[in-house]
């Protein structure tokens, strides 16, 4: 599967923005999704994963109760609704597939990575 993310761009702080990540495959959702994201000289980190059927979802603690992962498998894509922006939200945010069902939490379970997209949140 190959994944290309868009909808990133920049917006203020307090505000939203919803990313997309559009799967090439019949075999969507054959995966496990996540979404992770790395800004200027950290690591890259989780910040939520969705089951492959059934809409289990996970989110990374900075993220709970703003940020809500979901797919569409008939559209083949994976989106991220994010609520109340913060400027340390600013990051380039990466989707990835994994045979792990309910998604992960962990970089190294995910086989697939799309290209990334840019979100930029201003102070």
């Known amino acids: 599967v190959q994944l290309q993310a868009s909808g990133g761009g920049l917006v203020q702080a307090g505000g939203s923005l919803r990313v997309s990540c559009a799967a090439d495959e019949r075999t969507f959702n054959s995966y496990g999704m996540g979404w992770f994201r790395q800004a200027p000289g950290k690591e890259r980190e989780f910040v939520a994963s969705?089951?492959?059927?059934?809409?289990?979802?996970s989110y990374g603690d900075s993220v709970k109760g703003r940020f809500a992962i979901s797919r569409d498998n008939a559209k083949r894509t994976l989106y991220l609704q994010m609520n109340s922006l913060k400027p340390e939200d600013t990051a380039i945010y990466y989707c990835?597939?994994?045979?792990?069902?309910?998604?992960?939490?962990?970089?190294?379970?995910?086989?697939?990575w799309g290209q990334g997209t840019l979100v930029t949140v201003s102070s």
């Open positions: 969705i089951s492959r059927i059934d809409g289990i979802t």
């Open positions: 990835a597939a994994t045979p792990v069902y309910g998604g992960s939490s962990k970089r190294n379970e995910y086989r697939v």
